[in-house]
């Protein structure tokens, strides 16, 4: 069984650019998260899909968006880039109808984007 | 709110050597406590969980946690440490209605020869 794929594996923009990253997750699973793992933060959560609609939102400004498509693979939109958002963005999935705040989460290897 | 506090940043130690990492948690209510393993240029890989039940409990490659109520603690432990070992590990909480885990800021075990 394939694992959580992400793309690309790096990405090199500059300040003010917008990024997109993508995710993924396992067949079968309904929901995707995406963490920001910024040096020596540990992951701050960004966003959580499921069932195509968003569930929950970290603390992170507007200009961090998503979505999740029908195939349940999702996209993470970071607009107007600052030198912070340098870090590695991972997605994470884990499968419907499970015991919710235990469950498990399944994760990508991550997009590591570097903002000049 | 929940919160976690892993102690130490790093941790050195030798091959063959036992190895505890700590993580103390905060919450008000119920918890569910999770310890991952990123390996390097890897994602998170799930080590163990505490859900409920037998407070010690057993994960992959050798590893073990006892969730202590009273403490408020999850420390990992492994009696006899390999360098394969070597890796970033965190621990996470989930409680009350929050179905999204809060993760430490990670222990860096480096396991010496």
């Known amino acids: 069984e394939a694992g959580v794929t992400q793309s690309p594996t790096h990405l090199i923009k500059t300040r003010g650019q917008q990024a997109t990253l993508r995710c993924s997750p396992i067949?079968?699973?309904?929901?995707v998260y995406w963490y920001q793992q910024a040096l020596g933060l540990g992951l701050q959560f960004l966003l959580w899909?499921?069932?195509?609609?968003?569930?929950n939102r970290g603390n992170f400004p507007p200009r961090f968006s998503g979505r999740q498509f029908p195939n349940y693979s999702s996209e993470l939109n970071v607009n107007a880039l600052e030198l912070e958002d340098s870090a590695l963005y991972l997605c994470a999935s884990s499968p419907p109808g499970t015991s919710g705040r235990g469950d498990t989460q399944y994760f990508g290897p991550g997009t590591r984007l570097t903002v000049l | 709110a929940q919160s976690v506090t892993q102690l130490d940043s790093q941790v050195p130690v030798f091959e063959e050597a036992p190895v505890e990492l700590r993580c103390n948690y905060s919450s008000s209510v119920s918890v569910y406590l999770f310890w991952y393993v990123q390996y390097p240029n890897q994602g998170l890989q799930l080590l163990l969980k505490y859900l409920s039940g037998s407070t010690l409990v057993k994960g992959i490659n050798g590893f073990e946690a006892e969730f202590n109520k009273s403490q408020t603690s999850f420390h990992l432990r492994k009696p006899s440490v390999h360098i394969s070992d070597t890796a970033e590990y965190f621990c996470?909480?989930?409680?009350?209605?929050?179905?999204?885990?809060?993760f430490g800021r990670g222990t860096s075990l480096i396991v010496h020869p």
């Open positions: 996470a909480v989930t409680s009350g209605g929050s179905y999204i885990p809060t």
């Open positions: 899909y499921d069932e195509g609609e968003e569930r």
């Open positions: 067949s079968g699973h309904t929901s």
